[in-house]
């Protein structure tokens, strides 16, 4: 079964750059995309951007200025770089698959809490 | 974008109830919308794909379905399990992924 673990550090600094990794354990990373989610405290969940398994990618527009979305398929894992951070993009941040373009997101990880503060 | 305006915000029910929430898009999008279940410090759980179609492993009490731009999620005899927040999500190929703002179920 496909299991999926977000890493990195849980508190960035304002104006500086948050970097999480997903890990997925099993299967291959090929002709599916990957996504990130994020959740702010006590708020609903937030589509930030996917990155199908060619490498191409697409993001909210309403992070787009600020979010890139890499994969590495050699080590089963993609990435998230959000730059220039303030205390609005604290929240819990989920990895997540979708088996296509239409379908929903069928395998999560457990999330990642991650905290803007100087 | 495509707005999700979910029904209501918070539902009080009691096991065995029929419960009915609904999420209404601002625009079309197809059939193309998934409903989620999560529990609080939990991932979100797909439950429901493409408007009516159950996600494997997902008992059979849960069923979507639709009406033009309004879709509903129906869970025929609420379980204790079932106390949870429910989010619908559209993926309409040409605009942004976008989530409802959630149903809380919780106990009456």
């Known amino acids: 079964q496909v299991q999926m673990q977000e890493s990195g550090p849980g508190l960035v600094k304002p104006s500086e750059t948050l970097s999480l990794t997903c890990s997925v354990s099993?299967?291959?990373?090929?002709?599916?995309?990957w996504g990130w989610v994020r959740q702010p405290p006590g708020k609903g969940l937030e589509w930030i951007g996917y990155?199908?398994?060619?490498?191409?990618?697409t993001y909210n527009p309403s992070l787009k200025s600020r979010v890139t979305i890499s994969l590495d398929a050699s080590k089963k894992q993609f990435s998230l770089n959000l730059r220039s951070v303030t205390a609005a993009d604290t929240a819990v941040y989920f990895c997540?698959?979708?088996?296509?373009?239409?379908?929903?997101?069928?395998?999560w990880g457990r999330g990642t809490t991650v905290t803007v503060s100087s | 974008d495509i707005q999700l305006t979910q029904s209501p915000s918070t539902l009080s029910a009691s096991v065995g109830d029929r419960v009915t929430i609904t999420c209404r898009a601002s625009?079309?999008?197809?059939?193309?919308l998934a409903w989620y279940k999560q529990r609080p410090g939990k991932a979100p759980k797909l439950l429901i794909y493409?408007?009516?179609g159950l996600e494997s492993g997902v008992p059979s009490r849960f069923s979507g379905s639709q009406s033009g731009t309004e879709f509903t999620l129906t869970i025929s005899s609420l379980q204790p399990d079932d106390f949870a927040t429910y989010y619908c999500?559209?993926?309409?190929?040409?605009?942004?992924?976008?989530f409802g703002g959630g149903t809380k179920v919780q106990m009456k």
């Open positions: 997540a698959r979708l088996p296509s373009r239409y379908y929903g997101m069928d395998v």
């Open positions: 099993v299967g291959s990373i090929n002709s599916y995309y």
């Open positions: 990155i199908y398994s060619t490498g191409s990618t």
């Open positions: 625009q079309s999008v197809d059939s193309w």
């Open positions: 493409k408007a009516s």
């Open positions: 999500q559209q993926y309409e190929s040409d605009f942004p992924l976008t």
